[in-house]
Structures are given as structure tokens and as C-alpha cells.
């Protein structure tokens, strides 16, 4: 799975963020920079799950906002530098 490091530190720091009621489910996203051509981030509608995300559920963006790779699935050519 492409970027399954960043995808375990992203998860940790929600289920941080839920244990210590820092995030609420009015809604928003959390993302992390995943190198320096892209952008993991929880997907829209998280929040209204009560923040229950797993990690296929974690979307990989580039910096353009296109989609690299969504539910462990790769859509787009990406070759790490």
C-alpha cells in the first residue's frame, strides 16, 4: 500500500485527537504532508462518521488536487522520488 507509514502516523494522531476532544463532528479534515509531491488527508464526510476511519479510507492527493490513490487503490502514475 503506497504510503503505509505516513497512513499509521495519520491514524494515530486522529485517534489522539478523538481521545483528548479535539475534533468534533461538525465537520473538517486532517491531512499530512506525505512527501513533496503529495497529500494524505481523511475523506469529506469523516467527521459525520464520529471520525471511525480506517486506513483504505485515507485519500492520497497531489499537489494539484489530483487523486493518486484512494481505498489502497493507485489511479495515477507515481513514481517516488
Not at 26 to 43: E, F, L, Q, V
Not at 56 to 69: H, P, S, T, W
Request: aromatic fraction near 12%.
Amino acid at each position: 500500500m503506497l504510503f503505509s507509514s505516513q497512513r499509521n502516523k495519520l491514524l494515530s494522531v486522529l485517534e489522539d485527537l478523538k481521545f483528548y476532544d479535539l475534533i468534533d463532528p461538525g465537520g473538517g479534515d486532517i491531512s499530512i504532508r506525505c512527501d513533496d509531491k503529495s497529500i494524505m488527508t481523511t475523506p469529506t464526510g469523516s467527521a459525520f462518521r464520529r471520525w471511525h476511519v480506517n486506513d483504505e479510507d485515507l485519500v492520497v492527493l497531489d499537489l494539484y488536487g489530483n487523486v493518486i490513490a484512494i481505498a489502497g487503490k493507485v489511479f495515477l502514475y507515481y513514481k517516488k522520488t
